[in-house]
């Protein structure tokens, strides 16, 4: 955490020219050279003529009081900014993190421990999956059901319709990738003795598969859940602009393209503190599915 904050900090005092001439302009809504005298009394507003350690003082202590700083495009509370998109990007990652577990259980469950042709299928399937680009298949989600087919809104639009798409654009990719992490420790568990004491007591295949064998297997895909949901935040950028969708995502490009460095480095703070977060609360999970990892 302490390392992302301090890159977000070096990425300011790195911007290509002057911070203050980047702010006189976008204010004034033309690029062109500032006086000394110009950027005197916006160098004092932001803390500019400060020393750097100064200014990386300043800069920690406002995170710490919750202050991400004020955007130099729109004047207002970075915070407030991200705050607005927030909670449109975190549906729509929560989202894609519930259809990626839906997907792989599904898919794991049905193909491991099966014929040496059926695995290999399977895990080829899970590596196309993993490696297809979200923005390419993005599109061909659109194109497919939304133009073709007529049962979502091409672009925006609100409601679980609208979610679908841009959930399963994400969820996908991401499926592949756990569905990779769990074949192994779930093919593991079926040679298991419980699974044989299973079997004997009557229970179906299915239900060995998913009441014993997947609790066994979960604990890997799990850990790596903390990553995924950070995962989704980030690819979030680029589906938020394919589906015209609300959400921190748009607000990078958009900070990005005016050069506003408060908001960039502020939404890379907040995801770096997600991650830290989120793998704690699984980590905390796992030892609870799986007591060994206590120790």
């Given at each position: 955490?302490?390392?992302?904050?301090?890159?977000?900090?070096?990425?300011q005092?790195?911007q290509?020219?002057?911070?203050?001439?980047?702010?006189?302009?976008?204010?004034?809504g033309?690029?062109?050279?500032?006086?000394?005298?110009?950027?005197?009394?916006?160098?004092?507003?932001?803390?500019f003529?400060a020393?750097?350690?100064e200014?990386?003082?300043?800069?920690l202590g406002?995170?710490l009081r919750?202050?991400l700083?004020?955007s130099?495009?729109?004047?207002?509370?970075?915070?407030d900014?991200?705050?607005?998109?927030?909670?449109?990007?975190v549906?729509?990652?929560l989202?894609?993190?519930?259809?990626a577990?839906v997907?792989?259980v599904a898919?794991?469950?049905?193909?491991?421990?099966?014929?040496?042709?059926v695995?290999?299928?399977?895990?080829?399937?899970e590596v196309?999956?993993a490696?297809?680009?979200?923005?390419w298949?993005?599109v061909?989600l659109?194109?497919?059901?939304?133009l073709?087919?007529?049962?979502?809104?091409?672009v925006?639009?609100?409601?679980p319709a609208a979610l679908?798409?841009?959930?399963l654009?994400?969820?996908i990719?991401l499926?592949g990738?756990?569905?990779?992490a769990?074949r192994?420790?779930?093919?593991l568990?079926?040679?298991?003795?419980f699974?044989?004491?299973?079997r004997?007591?009557?229970?179906?295949d299915?239900?060995?598969?998913?009441?014993h064998?997947l609790?066994?297997?979960?604990?890997?895909?799990l850990?790596?859940s903390?990553w995924?949901?950070?995962?989704?935040?980030?690819?979030?950028?680029?589906?938020?602009?394919v589906?015209?969708?609300p959400?921190i995502?748009r607000?990078?490009?958009?900070a990005?393209?005016?050069?506003?460095?408060?908001?960039v480095t502020?939404?890379?703070?907040?995801i770096?503190?997600?991650y830290?977060?989120?793998?704690l609360a699984?980590?905390?999970?796992?030892?609870?599915?799986?007591p060994?990892?206590?120790?």
């Amino acid at each position: 955490m302490w390392g992302a904050v301090t890159v977000a900090f070096l990425a300011q005092l790195a911007q290509p020219g002057d911070r203050a001439a980047v702010i006189l302009n976008l204010r004034t809504g033309q690029t062109q050279e500032r006086t000394p005298a110009e950027l005197a009394p916006v160098n004092a507003e932001y803390g500019f003529d400060a020393p750097p350690f100064e200014q990386y003082l300043s800069y920690l202590g406002g995170l710490l009081r919750g202050d991400l700083g004020v955007s130099y495009q729109q004047h207002r509370p970075v915070w407030d900014m991200i705050a607005e998109q927030l909670g449109a990007t975190v549906a729509l990652s929560l989202t894609a993190l519930v259809l990626a577990w839906v997907l792989m259980v599904a898919w794991v469950t049905l193909t491991a421990g099966r014929s040496p042709r059926v695995r290999s299928l399977a895990s080829t399937v899970e590596v196309f999956a993993a490696s297809v680009p979200q923005y390419w298949l993005g599109v061909l989600l659109l194109l497919v059901f939304a133009l073709e087919l007529g049962w979502v809104p091409v672009v925006g639009g609100n409601g679980p319709a609208a979610l679908l798409l841009p959930a399963l654009t994400l969820a996908i990719p991401l499926a592949g990738f756990l569905g990779q992490a769990t074949r192994a420790e779930f093919e593991l568990a079926l040679a298991r003795p419980f699974v044989l004491s299973a079997r004997v007591r009557g229970m179906g295949d299915l239900g060995v598969r998913l009441r014993h064998v997947l609790r066994h297997a979960a604990v890997p895909p799990l850990t790596l859940s903390g990553w995924a949901l950070g995962a989704t935040v980030s690819g979030a950028v680029i589906v938020e602009s394919v589906f015209n969708r609300p959400g921190i995502g748009r607000v990078l490009v958009s900070a990005i393209e005016a050069q506003d460095l408060p908001v960039v480095t502020g939404i890379i703070v907040l995801i770096a503190a997600l991650y830290v977060l989120v793998n704690l609360a699984v980590d905390a999970l796992a030892a609870l599915i799986d007591p060994r990892l206590k120790a």
